[in-house]
């Protein structure tokens, strides 16, 4: 029995380190929406292509599942995980609780979060309240959020599942990045000296850089987001339709030129045609006065 026992003992510390080398060794990237389950494939090629000695894609494990996020929110049974990576989907509210649950996590177990999300997101007002009040000081821990956008001559593109979306979107987007800072200014001067780093070896004249700022105040002084708040949706609509009356007023009129500039030769016939009409006009109106004269 004895040696039963011990054998029982190895067999769970054994299995005890392996579950704690898996753990260890693997970093798990989690996003929480699934849609069509293409995100983990895209994640895995990022890291396929920009593996080096400190990151390699066998020590990275993507969490991406067909999963109920919300529901599991509830139920307090959300996967573990390292790193946050998603695109939330941008109807309805899940900005905002997607924004809720990425500094909740990052404040009670510095979890790091990075979110695509539209750049008018940093000037609603529940961000303000989310992030920058909320966020910022309080908690378990200190945070730092900053933001990533495309350069200004090379913006982010979509490819919408299902047909869905606009072909073109109708606003910019930016990446909404949280970090668990202990070093406080030197955190943000290491990340931002590496991300300059990584892309100023990798960039090309035609896509420009992207931007990095690590407050709302710097995102809006590098054009990543307008100081402005964004207009509600009947003042949008409005701004849409007369955008697009000026673009069907600007083609009738670009139309209107080429006719005539491209018409020259004919417009020339006309007139002429229209003098000799006027001739007869005129030669029938003295034959008239003769009839009269003779009756």
Request: net charge positive; glycine share 10%.
């Amino acid at each position: 029995n004895r040696n039963d026992n011990k054998k029982n003992n190895s067999n769970k510390q054994q299995k005890g380190k392996q579950v704690s080398g898996d753990k260890t060794d693997k970093t798990i990237v989690y996003d929480p929406y699934y849609c069509t389950g293409r995100a983990a494939i895209h994640l895995d090629g990022v890291f396929q292509r920009h593996k080096s000695k400190k990151i390699m894609p066998s020590t990275i494990r993507i969490q991406h599942e067909k999963r109920d996020f919300y529901s599991d929110i509830q139920q307090k049974c959300v996967p573990k995980y390292d790193i946050l990576i998603t695109n939330p989907p941008y109807s309805g509210n899940h900005k905002e609780r997607c924004l809720e649950f990425a500094i909740n996590q990052l404040k009670n177990h510095g979890r790091p979060f990075f979110l695509l999300m539209p750049n008018y997101i940093a000037m609603k007002e529940y961000f303000r309240k989310i992030v920058l009040e909320d966020g910022i000081g309080s908690g378990s821990r200190k945070i730092q959020t900053f933001y990533i956008a495309p350069s200004a001559n090379h913006s982010y593109e979509y490819e919408h599942p299902e047909g869905t979306g606009h072909k073109v979107s109708p606003f910019s987007s930016v990446w909404f990045c949280g970090l668990s800072s202990s070093g406080g200014t030197s955190d943000v001067k290491s990340v931002t000296g590496a991300f300059v780093k990584f892309h100023s070896s990798r960039s090309s004249s035609l896509t420009g850089m992207p931007r990095i700022a690590t407050s709302l105040q710097e995102l809006i002084r590098v054009g990543g987001v307008s100081g402005e708040k964004r207009k509600n949706p009947r003042q949008r609509k409005k701004m849409r339709q007369q955008a697009m009356q000026r673009a069907n007023n600007a083609g009738v009129v670009g139309a209107g030129a080429g006719t005539v500039s491209s018409d020259k030769g004919g417009g020339a016939q006309k007139r002429k045609s229209i003098g000799r009409g006027d001739g007869h006009v005129r030669d029938e109106g003295k034959r008239q006065k003769k009839r009269r004269k003779s009756k």
